[in-house]
């Protein structure tokens, strides 16, 4: 297994620059079910923060480009089976993915709740901690 950085992942689907587009592409068609890419939960969670913050991507296309990464057979994401859950929630909160993740870690640690400040993200199951 090949661990996989942000960088690579965002330029395989930007294409942005070619020099780096070309060694991304090269190194993901390069991947294969017995030789995976690993993509830790933190570059699953910079790649939603860079498409979103950077190339304006909606909420749709983040969506898709989550769940092609989940469902291909030569990448491995940590612990997916909590980002799929966090997937499905971002897919009907408004909550950002970022902190339906971090509520899906919490319900997986078998945490009580997880308590927040952000009232999108109490949106995801989190509790509003009062002020």
Request: overall charge negative.
């Amino acid at each position: 297994m090949i661990g996989l950085d942000t960088n690579v992942i965002v330029r395989y689907l930007t294409h942005d620059d070619p020099i780096q587009t070309s060694a991304a592409v090269k190194m993901l068609d390069s991947l294969a079910p017995d030789e995976p890419g690993f993509l830790s939960l933190v570059v699953i969670v910079e790649l939603v923060w860079v498409l979103e913050s950077f190339y304006s991507a909606r909420k749709s296309e983040i969506e898709r480009v989550l769940e092609t990464l989940l469902s291909n057979d030569r990448l491995v994401v940590e612990r997916s089976e909590i980002v799929w859950q966090a997937l499905r929630k971002f897919s009907t909160s408004r909550a950002g993915f970022s902190d339906c993740l971090i509520e899906h870690c919490s319900q997986a640690a078998e945490c009580e709740y997880t308590v927040t400040l952000d009232k999108h993200a109490a949106a995801a199951g989190m509790r509003l901690l009062e002020v």
